[in-house]
């Protein structure tokens, strides 16, 4: 026959029941502490990366994009030819990784 009882002791003491509720119920407060402390910490990079973001957006003026909308105009063909070097290496690059 099957022994049913438990090779291990069980202390079924209303005091020791207490203590393990004591010990879980300070886990659970110590988790959420870290928590916390975590999502405060992630909060603050990403305000400081948004805050580096907008300074290198703001960065790129009006007078910028006219240059280069000028450089555009007197050399379309060396653009377009630029634009599809580009585009013939980042293409070249994916399919390599795809491979």
Same mark, same amino acid.
């Given at each position: 026959?099957?022994? &049913? ?18 010990? #879980?119920?300070?886990? $659970?407060?110590?988790? *959420? ?8 910490? *992630? ?7 948004? #805050?580096?973001?907008?300074? $290198? +957006? #703001? ?7 006219? $240059? ?9 063909? +060396?653009?377009? *030819? +630029? ?6 290496? $980042? +293409?070249? &690059?994916? #399919?390599?990784? &795809?491979?």
């Amino acid at each position: 026959m099957t022994d &049913l009882t438990s090779p291990y002791p069980t202390d079924t003491s209303s005091a020791a029941a207490a203590e393990k509720t004591k010990r #879980a119920k300070e886990a $659970v407060s110590k988790a *959420v502490k870290s928590a916390r402390e975590t999502a405060t910490e *992630v909060a603050q990079q990403t305000r400081t990366f948004a #805050a580096e973001k907008a300074k $290198v +957006g #703001a960065a790129w003026t009006s007078e910028k994009a006219k $240059v280069a909308h000028t450089t555009a105009e007197e050399h379309p063909i +060396g653009v377009a *030819v +630029g634009a599809f070097a580009i585009g013939l290496g $980042v +293409g070249f &690059l994916i #399919a390599r990784n &795809l491979d």
